[in-house]
Each structure stands twice: as structure tokens, then as C-alpha cells.
């Protein structure tokens, strides 16, 4: 029970929440929560209609009892401190700390100095009964215990439990994003490299990700990312096997989606070995397919709407095996490329319009347009996505008063293959006896993975930014509390959806952030209790659900 207790500072009396425990056979306080001087709590009872019942505390609840709930499931603390080393000490284990860094980034507190000032005031306190002191340096220091191996090692022990309660993968999505950071002396991990969200100029954090049907990660890689994506996943596909076998999972059942940028002889011939495939080629390989006209294209017989997607089934040979060949086109994916593609043309015309303007200039002030200078200044302009459909040439001019010429236009072979590929993906497998609309399907689940990077990048969700660590440990270590973060969240997903509760990753975060407790007084102004605010139809269905109540026993 929570009890009121009061204290002089300074001569003045003030007045807490707390709640003791025996400790080593000696009561100590676990948990204590500031409520202000007797005059503060008087302002707040008096500001509001006299009532027997006295509120001092709103805190927020849902997400933490929400993460208490997966992590109660899945044994998350257990396994992180069966597979990690540290001398019991009294404290905190290694599996507490890292929970308690995931909840609090969970709740909006993205710095370990933020976490530390907001754990003694949260319900997480009192939930983890200890006395322990919470500072910067020991949030910190415990991120040396998750070495490369512990973490692997816990989640193979997670993907074990996974598998316990149902959650048996049969397809496995690979896909690989970066991070731009502040890290300005790292180790070997942060790199400058080609960064998705446009940040070139800042070192970045590379992050393979293996999620299953269900869209849960099944394993994750922290990597270089200077690094590129075939050659990563040279390095993982072994571990990804391993790990099947570890799990005592039958391979050969297993399916592996991979995007176009993981494709080598290599990486294919060693997927094929263990796992079936279902991946993409890149565009400079298929264009005989994408000369085949739609109208030998037929429509997915599942797919009822207006703009049906339509599909084209052959054979081919590639990577040294034979492939069942899947060409699916998207008509509303071909006016969102075609036109995206027409702004960016026009864009960079009118960009190289400019540059040449600035290269045949003869007068006027600056340092002289020398030929590589005109061309480096090309290339700059132009994406790399964008630059087989450009033609471009800078010379000297013949004749008195030199000069550069320059020279730049629109490809049209080039452009017309770009325009066959709008719309349309070229996809192989060696699942022959799938039916073309299950091949494209699998393929399509690759969306799952692109949601979860963004909800890695997503401020209000488990975010890998900021970065606030730069040694390549503690980096590992941060980005693994993080992947652990989606993880809870998608098993929840997944819990839900078995009970008929359906919600999208936004929807259960939201509605999670809106569960609250208050910490109350009814009658005896000695006594204090939690009780759950006010909630609504959606609300009360998670509480219900997830068996909250059982944390309120504080």
C-alpha cells in the first residue's frame, strides 16, 4: 500500500507518496513520488469540487504496463540475464536495465540523462520494487554487456519462445536501411556513406533487419554502411541458417524475400542451398520481359478493384538455376513513377540549363571552369537513379577566346525502358509450382519491413535516433533496445489480432499513450492508492486484454 508521509526541509514540511519494502530483511523505501507542500496540495483540492475522493498524481500507464505484459510472456529479462555476465551486485540486472532503457525511450525519453530523471517519478519505479538509484553512467555502462554474441544468443532464445506460442515463421523478410547520426569520432561503425534520408553529410549506422510473416524481427545486423547490401548479406546469410537450424526449423520450408539489391551469384546459390527465394531483378536485367505488351498480362482473380493488377508468367534463366518469372504491373504504382519521373526530369533540365549558362560564361568573376570541374558538377546534378537517361558532354571550344562547350539531353532509348519498367516488377522464384499471384504476394510483404524502418526513424516510436553514444559496443547495444522496442510492439499486434482486436501500429500507440493512472486519497488523508483515469470503449478493450490490471498492485 501507498502510503503519505511527510518531511523537513529547510524547516518546511512537504509531503510524499511512498511505499516501502523489505530489503535484505530491513524495510527500506522503494518508491517515492514528490506531491508538494501541505499549501500546494491545499491549492490543488480546493481548485477543484470538494469531493471525498482527493487526486495528487496523473502518470502515464499503458505503454509501461503494456511492455510489463510482452516482457512477462516472453521471459525478455530472463533471457537477457541468462546470456549476459555481470556479478549480482544487488542492483539492477542487466535484462532490468535494458527494459527499463526501452520502456523510457517508449515513453518520449530518448537521452540515458532524460531516463534517469524520469524513472524515479514513474510508475516503473515502484513496479520494479527496488531502491536502487538511477544515473546516466550505470544506463550507460550496462550497454557493454550485450556483446555481438548475447545478442545473438537472446534472440535465438526469444525466437524459441516466439515459436512456443505460435509464431512459427515460414517466410523470412531481409531488407537493410541507415541512419544518420552526430557522430563525429566513432569507431569503425559510423560511416559516411549514401544516406536514404538524404544526409550524406553526416556519419551514418547501418541496420539489417529479418522480420517473419507475422512481422516480427527474427534477427537484426548493426553494419557499416559504407557497406553494400549484397555484400552484408554475404555476411548474414549464414547466420540466418544458423539460426533456422538452431530453432530446429526445417529450411527447406522456409522462404526468403530479398530485395534486388542483395542479388549475386553468390548470395543466390547460397539462399537456394538451405531456403527457397523469392526476390527481384534489376531492370537492366529484364527488359525482354518488360517488352512483353499487357495485353498477355492476366488480372490476379483475388484482386477486385478498379485499378487490378495485372501479371505475366514465363521462365528464365539467372544466377545459374532456373526460375519460375513473375511480371506483376501496378497501374495507379505507373502514374505515380510516370509523373514523379516527368518532375524530376524537368527539374534537372532546368538545373543543367543553368550549369551549362555558368560553364560557357567566359567573363565575370569566380575561378574558371576547367573540364573535369564542369563534368563533377554535372554528376552532381544528376541522381544516380536518374543518370542512364541523361547524355552529357563538356569540350574545349575551337577558335579564338577558348572556352567550354557543354552539351547535355534526354536519351531516348534509355528513356523508353526507363518508361516500360513504371508499374511493373520483374520477380523470380524457384517455387514452381506457386501460383504467380503467390509469388507477387510475398514479394509485396516486403511493405511490413519498409514500415518498420520508418517506424525506427519515427520520433513519437522506438527511435534509433538520436544516437547519444558513438563507441561501436555501446552502438550494437543501442540499436539492439530499439529493434527489442518494435519487437514488443509487433508481438502485440499479433496478441491482439488472435483476442479480434485489429490495430495498426499507430492506433496501438496512441491509444496506449492515453491510459493513465492517478494516484488518489479517498477518505483517510494517511492512505493513497492508484486507480486507472477514466477511459473509453478502445481503451478499456486493451486493458482488458492485455490483463493490465494485474501492475496496478502497487
Given amino acids: ?69 510482452v516482457n512477462d510472456e516472453l521471459g525478455f529479462v530472463e533471457i537477457i540475464d541468462n546470456n549476459t555476465k555481470k556479478r549480482n551486485t544487488g542492483g539492477l540486472s542487466v535484462g532490468q536495465y535494458i527494459l527499463l532503457q526501452l520502456m523510457g525511450r517508449v515513453e518520449g525519453y530518448l537521452s540515458r540523462s532524460a531516463i534517469a530523471e524520469w524513472y ?11 531502491p536502487h538509484h538511477m544515473n546516466p553512467q550505470n544506463l550507460l555502462r550496462h ?23 505460435g509464431l512459427s515463421p515460414s517466410k523470412l523478410i531481409w531488407d537493410t536501411s541507415n541512419f544518420f547520426t552526430q557522430i563525429e569520432n566513432g569507431e569503425t561503425i559510423p560511416r559516411k556513406g549514401h544516406s536514404k534520408e538524404h544526409r550524406n553529410d553526416r556519419n551514418l549506422i547501418g541496420l539489417g533487419l529479418v522480420v517473419s510473416d507475422e512481422n516480427i524481427p527474427f534477427m537484426h545486423e548493426t553494419f557499416e554502411a559504407n557497406n553494400h547490401d549484397s555484400k552484408v548479406f554475404s555476411e548474414v546469410v549464414d547466420v540466418i541458417v544458423e539460426r533456422l537450424k538452431k530453432l530446429n526449423m526445417d529450411s527447406k ?41 499487357l495485353e498477355e498480362y492476366k488480372p490476379i482473380d483475388s484482386d477486385k478493384s478498379k485499378d487490378r493488377i495485372l501479371v505475366f508468367r514465363t521462365k528464365g534463366r539467372h544466377y545459374n538455376e532456373n526460375f519460375a518469372i513473375v511480371i506483376s504491373y501496378n497501374p495507379r504504382t505507373y502514374r505515380k513513377q510516370k509523373i514523379k519521373y516527368e518532375e524530376t526530369k524537368a527539374k534537372l533540365l532546368d538545373e543543367l540549363a543553368v550549369l551549362r549558362d555558368r560553364v560557357e560564361r567566359r567573363n565575370g ?86 514500415d518498420d524502418f520508418k517506424w525506427l526513424k519515427n520520433k513519437l516510436f522506438v527511435p534509433i535516433k538520436p544516437v547519444h553514444v558513438r563507441k561501436d559496443q555501446h552502438i550494437r547495444s543501442h540499436v539492439f533496445i530499439c529493434v527489442m522496442g518494435l519487437l514488443f510492439y509487433r508481438y502485440l499486434q499479433w496478441k491482439l489480432r488472435k483476442l479480434g482486436l485489429d490495430y495498426t501500429t499507430d492506433k496501438l500507440d496512441r491509444t496506449l499513450s492515453s491510459i493513465r493512472l492517478a494516484l488518489i486519497s479517498q477518505g483517510n488523508a494517511g492512505k493513497a492508492k492508484f486507480v486507472v483515469e477514466e477511459m473509453d470503449g478502445e481503451q478499456s478493450r486493451i486493458f482488458s486484454a492485455l490483463s493490465m490490471a494485474d501492475f496496478i498492485s502497487v
Fill in 253 to 293: 520450408k522456409v522462404v526468403m524475400i530479398l530485395d534486388k539489391g542483395n542479388n549475386s551469384d553468390e548470395n543466390i546459390s547460397a539462399v537456394l542451398e538451405n531456403t527457397h527465394i523469392v526476390g527481384s531483378l534489376r531492370y537492366d536485367q529484364a527488359d525482354e520481359y518488360l517488352q512483353v505488351p
Fill in 365 to 450: 568573376r569566380g575561378r574558371r571552369w576547367t573540364l573535369n570541374r564542369a563534368i563533377r558538377a554535372i554528376v552532381d546534378i544528376i541522381p544516380i537513379n536518374m543518370r542512364t537517361v541523361f547524355d552529357y558532354d563538356v569540350k574545349k571550344k575551337v577558335g579564338r577566346g577558348g572556352g567550354l562547350l557543354m552539351t547535355f539531353g534526354i536519351n531516348r532509348g534509355k528513356e523508353e525502358a526507363r518508361y516500360r519498367s513504371f508499374g511493373k516488377l520483374v520477380l523470380f522464384s524457384d517455387l514452381h509450382d506457386w501460383s504467380s499471384e503467390d509469388i507477387a504476394k510475398a514479394y509485396n510483404d516486403k511493405y511490413q519491413i519498409e
Fill in 120 to 130: 524515479p517519478n514513474s510508475i516503473v519505479k515502484l513496479m520494479m520494487k527496488t
Fill in 1 to 69: 500500500m501507498v502510503s503519505l508521509v511527510k518531511k523537513t526541509v529547510k524547516g518546511r514540511l512537504y509531503w510524499y507518496a511512498v511505499r516501502s519494502e523489505r530489503v535484505n530483511g530491513k524495510p527500506r523505501i522503494v518508491w517515492q513520488q514528490y506531491l508538494g507542500s501541505a499549501e500546494d496540495i491545499a491549492k490543488r483540492l480546493t481548485e477543484r469540487p470538494k469531493a471525498e475522493t482527493k487526486r495528487f498524481k496523473s502518470m502515464p500507464f499503458g505503454h509501461i504496463a503494456a511492455m510489463a505484459r
Fill in 143 to 165: 550497454l557493454d554487456y550485450p556483446t555481438p554474441e548475447a545478442i545473438r544468443a537472446i534472440e535465438e532464445n526469444i525466437g524459441k519462445k516466439l515459436i512456443e506460442l
